[in-house]
């Protein structure tokens, strides 16, 4: 049997991590090669939405479970600041940009942010 232990639990918020980043990157690539706003489709909206709930509930469970609270470790604040960030600056990019122009440099802000956050967490 599985043991839903914290070493689990941390292993499915990585892999997460990296389903989650790859569905963003895929996106991201889509809008600099059509130059267009990504419409609601089945992998472009629902499944990365999915993930990113289970993501962010993979996340608040490692939380809990070590007591790393924003309050107390100023890491996980800064995480919890830069999560805000980057889905500001990923609806920018894939959605919310009026221009081509203005999605592409949200876009390259979002990958800078996400990168940060992935040191962050690694390196704390
Ligand atoms: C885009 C969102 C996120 C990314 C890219 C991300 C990235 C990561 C990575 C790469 C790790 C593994 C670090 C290692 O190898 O040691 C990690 C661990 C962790 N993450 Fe996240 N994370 C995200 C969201 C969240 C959220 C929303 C929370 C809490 C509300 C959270 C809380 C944690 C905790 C507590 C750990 C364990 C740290 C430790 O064991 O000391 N993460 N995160």
């Given at each position: 049997m599985i043991a839903w232990d914290y070493g689990f639990m941390k292993g499915v918020h990585q892999l997460l991590v990296a389903i989650s980043a790859t569905l963003f990157l895929g996106r991201c690539w889509m809008m600099w090669r059509s130059n267009a706003v990504l419409g609601r489709t089945l992998g472009s909206r629902y499944l990365p939405d999915a993930i990113d709930t289970l993501l962010l509930i993979s996340g608040i469970t490692l939380m809990v479970l070590s007591a790393q609270y924003p309050t107390t470790y100023l890491w996980m604040f800064f995480k919890l600041l830069l999560l805000l960030l980057y889905i500001v600056l990923g609806a920018v990019a894939?959605?919310?940009?009026?221009?081509a122009r203005v999605r592409k440099w949200a876009s390259v802000a979002a990958i800078g942010v996400l990168g940060s956050m992935i040191a962050l967490a690694m390196l704390h």
């Open positions: 894939l959605h919310r940009g009026k221009t």
